[in-house]
């Protein structure tokens, strides 16, 4: 098949000229009055042709997608017009098997004979087409999902400065995604070594999955959040910034904070329960084995509780049970522990105290709860007193029950004594 049958006569197309399009990787058309008169191989390919005469002398309408044909006539017109060269258009063609194809076409005027013809080269766009097809439908599934979400994505670079965040951050901080763009991320946190510590964290070990932290919202309040973040890196394997995800857990926090406390505090009291304080002073002993700072160990018990309970009433007893508790916390110190170990018994533990200031401070507030009478009703009003076991810390305390059982004593020691009493238990002898 000779190159002969891609062409008709084009007249001042001289065939130098059509043997180099011939040769072009770039498929080229010649069209007048609408019909193609020269088609290279390049071109053939596209069409799917089997030679350049199944296209040669054929309409350019028979090719081009219907809807895309007054927009394409009207460039091969203004072409013909003269001295016009048409900027890339893409458009959809059928080729010869009556395939689908995307085509990306410059055309300018040339003279064909006596006529003014047009010189179309073009490349196929189908796959870029589709590509791009896939692209657009992938960033708007990511929009959708960007700005439907309740998290929020965001994404940080290598300074730390916030180059996205999505739509929803509205919802949770009430600033828009423009207000926050291009400003640093550590802005939003109360405290900046939270910030230092989540991005510490992502870099040792390239991500973090709910790392807590808080930020600040437009009107001022500070929420809870948890962070799940990934570490970006740049072509040469540098640190280039950070994306993720964070949520407000303002809520969760706020339950499990609740949660903690009943776990940890007395309801009647507010005080901490007895599985705290054993456990203050658990670590207190330790403290002491390293340090020998020395420390008092107190525990105090309401005289005839049972009396009150049974004369007037659990409600009372109750309100009984916090005016003691009130009275003893005025006496105590920030480093000082006070404790409610179950019904009317508590414990004391008195940190960095000599043995003649965890004496004073006992007979004082044994002074102090019997010098505050108490109405448990309108017309009753009734003194109470109460009984404590002393003891301090010793090198030779391998446990903390050992502890409390030299306080029980001491505090039985009272009992005995007539109550409303202090009574010291050193080990092996009572005072």
């Not at 081009?64 to 017009?81: G, K, N, T, Y």
Request: with cysteine; glycine share 8%; hydrophobic share 40%.
């Amino acid at each position: 098949m000779g190159q002969g049958e891609s062409r008709l006569a084009l007249g001042a197309l001289s065939q130098s000229m059509t043997e180099a399009f011939d040769i072009l990787p770039t498929a080229v058309v010649v069209i007048a009055a609408d019909t193609i008169l020269y088609a290279n191989p390049a071109a053939w390919e596209i069409f799917e042709a089997s030679s350049g005469s199944t296209i040669v002398g054929h309409s350019v309408h028979e090719f081009i997608h219907p809807l895309d044909q007054e927009r394409v006539v009207s460039r091969i017109r203004r072409a013909e017009a003269g001295g016009v060269r048409n900027p890339t258009t893409e458009f959809r063609i059928y080729t010869k098997k009556r395939n689908l194809r995307v085509i990306g076409l410059t055309s300018c005027s040339v003279p064909v004979g006596e006529r003014v013809g047009v010189l179309a080269t073009f490349l196929d766009m189908t796959a870029r087409s589709a590509m791009e097809q896939r692209l657009l439908h992938s960033d708007e599934q990511f929009q959708r999902l960007m700005n439907t979400m309740q998290d929020v994505f965001y994404r940080t670079d290598v300074d730390g400065i916030t180059r996205y965040v999505c739509p929803s951050v509205v919802n949770v901080l009430g600033y828009q995604d423009s207000e926050i763009v291009g400003l640093p991320a550590a802005a939003f946190y109360p405290n900046h070594e939270d910030r230092k510590a989540l991005i510490e964290a992502i870099k040792a070990h390239g991500y973090v999955r709910d790392f807590p932290g808080q930020m600040r919202c437009k009107d001022g309040r500070i929420i809870d959040i948890s962070i799940s973040s990934t570490v970006i890196y740049d072509e040469n394997g540098q640190f280039a910034g950070v994306e993720g995800i964070w949520r407000d857990i303002t809520e969760r926090r706020a339950l499990e904070r609740r949660l903690e406390r009943l776990a940890s505090t007395d309801e009647l009291t507010k005080l901490p329960n007895r599985r705290v304080s054993l456990d203050v002073l658990e670590k207190c002993l330790d403290t002491f084995k390293r340090t020998g700072t020395p420390t008092g160990i107190c525990i105090v018990d309401l005289d005839h509780f049972k009396r009150i309970n049974d004369a007037f009433g659990h409600l009372a007893g109750d309100k009984v049970l916090q005016h003691f508790a009130q009275i003893v916390q005025r006496e105590l110190r920030k480093t000082d522990h006070f404790g409610r170990l179950g019904g009317e018994e508590f414990l004391l533990i008195l940190h960095d105290t000599e043995a003649g200031q965890l004496e004073e401070m006992g007979r004082r507030i044994v002074q102090n709860v019997a010098g505050e009478p108490f109405p448990v009703s309108d017309k009753d009003t009734i003194t109470i007193t109460v009984s404590m076991g002393v003891t301090i810390l010793k090198p030779s305390d391998e446990a903390a029950s050992a502890v409390l059982s030299r306080a029980d004593a001491g505090l039985y020691a009272a009992k005995r004594g007539g109550r409303n009493r202090l009574c010291w238990h050193l080990g092996r002898r009572l005072r």
